[in-house]
């Protein structure tokens, strides 16, 4: 979309009547997606005496047509669960279905936008409320250009959406990843090795960054700094040196050596977002084993960290944000996304987030404490 037509996107209508709503959660699950559910339901129907449409797996469902209408008791009791009861996708999007491969067996994708914007208009939605991340709001462009009132909910446990500074999911899966590295400090030390344990974050170091810190993590690694193995090598021979006989390695699985690049598990052409990261973890520790003649081994943690039931802070922080999203729609604020900044909810245009991603920047403040008690961040900062 260019810059014109980014400014013309309406992002407040006075005059819209929101009877009935739908909502869908896109991209990757997270823990956290059915509290929000349940903010927006209930405020909702308590508080707006709006009806509420659950579109299943994300914009698959939406292409699909398939849409249920959710009451309070749908949404009862689920505050506390994991994962989503709508169901998530993230290989689909209103300009990107794949339908099978052509007769050179590359992938036939197909613009579905029509079928969304007549599903819209089948159930009579006034609105959506779309959750997700920022290719959840890239995907929700065409929708927003063809006139459908839409307003995000930012949850990625990679807390990479550009606007806001949490987003909820992360603070659960940053306990979860803690908590997997205070146990490779036990096995680490009994048997003196190095343990590199591999993070989720895509091109962001944030969840291995507070993790590592959390868990005070010897090595973090983060796409943010290259690193340099020498450097890495050095710092746990220094360790040894002076009786520190184990370290405990965090590394981001966008990390990427300097000069060199990210290591990508596989492609999937069939997907809007075709790369899939993986594999740094398992280089790290060859590498290190080799040069530093230390026994190391790796781990990687993959989905374990999306997963399980939110901590409370994710749930009251997805609470804020869906009721948030319901005071958004109801006033006419539209076409935005709900943020917090400096403690303060507010709000962004999801066109200005989407395809946009926040990383670490060289000024966070978390990498002066992780170089002040001397971890090594993949460079020679700390000695």
Not at 237 to 253: D, M, N, P
Not at 295 to 315: A, C, K, Q, W, Y
Request: glycine share 12%; with cysteine; aromatic share 4%.
């Amino acid at each position: 979309m260019t810059t014109t037509a980014m400014n013309t996107v309406l992002t407040s209508m006075p005059n819209l009547k929101v009877r009935r709503i739908g909502v869908l959660t896109g991209g990757g699950d997270c823990p956290g997606l059915n509290a929000v559910i349940r903010a927006i339901t209930k405020t909702a129907i308590y508080q707006h005496n709006v009806r509420v449409f659950g579109i299943e797996d994300g914009y698959l469902g939406l292409i699909e047509g398939r849409v249920g209408e959710l009451s309070s008791m749908h949404v009862s009791g689920i505050l506390t669960r994991g994962g989503t009861i709508l169901g998530s996708n993230n290989k689909v999007s209103p300009t990107h279905y794949f339908t099978g491969y052509d007769e050179n067996n590359q992938p036939r994708i197909e613009n579905r936008t029509n079928d969304c914007l007549r599903t819209v208009e089948e159930h009579q939605l006034d609105a959506l409320v779309v959750v997700g991340g920022d290719g959840t709001m890239t995907c929700t462009a065409p929708l927003i250009e063809a006139g459908v009132p839409c307003v995000g909910v930012p949850k990625t446990i990679d807390n990479d959406i550009v606007g806001t500074d949490i987003t909820f999911g992360f603070i659960t899966a940053s306990d979860t990843a803690t908590r997997c590295l205070d146990r490779l400090h036990s096995t680490a030390a009994s048997h003196h090795r190095v343990m590199v344990c591999e993070i989720m974050g895509r091109n962001a170091g944030w969840l291995a960054l507070h993790s590592g810190i959390a868990s005070g993590a010897d090595v973090i690694l983060i796409p943010e700094i290259p690193f340099e193995i020498d450097a890495i090598c050095d710092f746990v021979l220094s360790r040894q040196s002076h009786g520190r006989g184990f370290s405990i390695v965090a590394c981001a699985e966008g990390a990427r050596p300097a000069g060199g690049q990210q290591i990508v598990a596989t492609r999937d052409e069939t997907s809007p977002e075709p790369v899939r990261l993986g594999g740094i973890g398992e280089h790290v520790a060859t590498l290190i084993k080799e040069r530093a003649k230390i026994e190391t081994r790796f781990n990687v943690l993959g989905h374990i960290v999306r997963g399980g039931d939110p901590v409370p802070r994710d749930r009251v922080l997805a609470s804020l944000f869906g009721h948030r999203a319901m005071d958004m729609l109801m006033a006419g604020h539209v076409n935005q996304i709900v943020v917090m900044r400096d403690g303060k909810l507010g709000a962004a245009g999801i066109l200005n987030v989407a395809n946009k991603q926040r990383t670490v920047p060289m000024d966070e403040p978390l990498l002066d404490v992780a170089r002040s008690v001397r971890t090594c961040l993949g460079d020679r900062s700390t000695y």
